[in-house]
């Protein structure tokens, strides 16, 4: 199957874990995103990368560390994890940067710090 | 204010009826707009997009943009109980580099 899919899909640890979320696309895509949905349900962009490059990065703790080692690949590495990191976290692809490809979503982590 | 606006209900309508979702944006320079269905527990997925002012239509799906107004719609007509959801309104404009800003979301409940 065509999509992009992530892994695990649920992840629960303790506070001041490290972690990490991986995430991979077979639809040849250039650009690959990070989102974070909270309990609220907003959904708020982190990072994306094209073709390799970080070309967003939103004002996210440094804690937080992608890393895209070819362009199907977008992994979310979390150090000393904390209670408010608790949410589902989203990776998306879209086929190029430009604002009207669409992004395909994949199906979510779901991160329970406790 | 918030970038992007949506009344987070839930919104009930009466199966067959139509629903109608809105949004507001505050960038006017915003120059392509999205919604998203989000299924309890699924991930959000694309079902409309718009770039120009206007009504586009697709099936029983019909957005709505007013620049003028900063103002985006969804109506859904025919509405059917697999239309309930949370609907997501997704902005993305020049000044903000392209990175698409999302509502939070207004929930649909179609009620058989």
């Known amino acids: 199957d065509t999509a992009v899919s992530q892994t695990p899909k649920y992840l629960v640890t303790q506070m001041g874990n490290d972690k990490s979320i991986k995430c991979e696309q077979n639809?040849?895509?250039?650009?690959m995103y990070w989102y974070k949905q909270d309990s609220k349900k907003f959904l708020k962009i982190m990072f994306s990368?094209?073709?390799?490059?970080?070309?967003i990065n939103e004002t996210v703790p440094n804690r937080f560390s992608p890393k895209s080692p070819d362009k199907a690949h977008l992994n979310l590495h979390i150090n000393s994890l904390e209670l408010g990191d608790s949410a589902v976290y989203f990776c998306?692809?879209?086929?190029?940067?430009?604002?009207?490809?669409?992004?395909?979503f994949g199906p979510g982590t779901r991160l329970t710090v406790l | 204010q918030k970038e992007v606006e949506q009344n987070s209900g839930p919104l009930s309508v009466p199966e067959g009826a139509i629903a109608s979702l809105n949004c507001t944006y505050s960038d006017r320079v915003s120059q392509s707009f999205f919604w998203y269905r989000q299924y309890s527990g699924k991930s959000p997925e694309l079902i409309m997009s718009i770039y120009s002012n206007g009504d586009k239509e697709d099936g029983r799906f019909t957005a709505q943009l007013n620049k003028a107004s900063q103002y985006v719609s969804l109506l859904i007509r025919d509405s059917q109980p697999s239309d309930s959801a949370t609907y997501l309104c997704a902005v993305i404009s020049l000044s903000s580099a392209s990175k698409i800003i999302f509502g939070s979301g207004t929930r649909l409940s179609i009620r058989p």
């Open positions: 990368y094209n073709n390799k490059e970080l070309i």
């Open positions: 998306a692809s879209s086929l190029t940067r430009t604002s009207t490809d669409t992004q395909y």
């Open positions: 639809l040849g895509h250039d650009t």
